[in-house]
């Protein structure tokens, strides 16, 4: 089977509960799913179900970097060295019979340039025939769209945020 390339983009919410679904669904399959989270600390209750499917490997940065726009130089050369890891070594094993390989806001990671786009980019032109590649975050690149078979975008229209609702546990993490 051809292995395909999604975007899952936009403003909304939703964007990881649709690669998890799709992961779950492939491994339900009996066929195996990399999930790789950036800007995340792998704390997220998906990444707990995630882990105890025996088909899901997960990567996770364990440090937590928080929200680019608050991060100091210093702050972002560390996400940079430790996204740029992650994404390497994700890469790496995604050569080695992974079925789908989803990479949780490696959009953000790639606007941001905390990974070097190119890295990316030829994985992209270069990946296995068959694998089929998930990436999420907002306002993708046009490059990336490039390589997309599937964009979806969630669009918000209304969320609790705006009244003051804090993300909830179980619900948004």
Do not use: W
Not at 37 to 52: A, H, V
Not at 55 to 82: I, L, P, S
Not at 103 to 125: A, G
Request: with cysteine; aromatic share 10%.
């Amino acid at each position: 089977m051809q292995g395909l390339v999604h975007i899952y983009c936009g403003d909304g919410k939703g964007k990881t509960t649709a690669s998890v679904g799709l992961a779950v669904r492939v491994a339900g399959a009996g066929r195996k799913v990399l999930f790789v989270q950036f800007f995340k600390d792998g704390t997220s209750s998906e990444i707990k179900i995630l882990k105890s499917l025996e088909q899901v490997e997960v990567f996770v940065c364990t440090t937590q970097h928080g929200f680019y726009k608050f991060m100091n130089e210093e702050q972002k050369a560390a996400a940079q060295r430790d996204f740029t890891e992650l994404l390497k070594n994700a890469l790496a094993q995604a050569q080695n019979g992974v079925d789908l390989l989803v990479l949780d806001e490696v959009i953000s990671t790639y606007n941001y340039e905390v990974i070097p786009k190119e890295m990316l980019l030829s994985f992209l032109r270069h990946k296995p025939e068959s694998l089929e590649v998930v990436m999420t975050g907002r306002d993708p690149a046009d490059e990336l769209v490039e390589f997309a078979d599937y964009v979806t975008e969630m669009k918000k229209i209304k969320h609790p945020f705006e009244r003051g609702v804090a993300a909830r546990y179980s619900i948004e993490y």
